[in-house]
Nanobody, 122 residues
Framework: QVHVGESGGGLVQAGGSLRLSCATS????????VGWFRQAPGKEREFVAA????????DYADSVKGRFTISRDNAKNTVFLQMNSLKPEDTAVYYC???????????????WGQGTQVTVSS
């Protein structure tokens, strides 16, 4: 069993930055691909970014390319999402997903965190 927890959300003005963290317990994070998703009110959950287990490659949604950076520190069982140049449309609950599969795109795996709220004011 893998337990997933997110942190780092908050309220920020447009143009600002936040760094989200995803930490796991139960099994070493280094064994897993990890993705970030988000869900805004009234919308479906959408893919944001993903990183392979060995940090060999990363993928991003077009809407965040050039602004968000996903990285990982397997020694600390933590994956980060650095979010810069935030926009009001980035407002959502951000979820970390662990254990997904790459098949051209990142398909989410079975382990989800509870989410962390990101609110960007205009």
């Amino acid at each position: 069993q893998v337990h997933v927890g997110e942190s780092g959300g908050g309220l920020v003005q447009a143009g600002g930055s936040l760094r989200l963290s995803c930490a796991t317990s139960g099994r070493p994070l280094g064994n897993y691909n990890v993705g970030w998703f988000r869900q805004a009110p009234g919308k479906e959950r959408e893919f944001v970014a993903a990183i392979r287990w060995n940090a060999g490659s990363t993928d991003y949604a077009d809407s965040v390319k050039g602004r968000f950076t996903i990285s990982r520190d397997n020694a600390k069982n933590t994956v980060f999402l650095q979010m810069n140049s935030l926009k009001p449309e980035d407002t959502a609950v951000y979820y970390c997903n662990v254990g997904g599969v790459y098949g051209g795109t990142y398909s989410p795996g079975p382990y989800w965190g509870q989410g962390t709220q990101v609110t960007v004011s205009s």
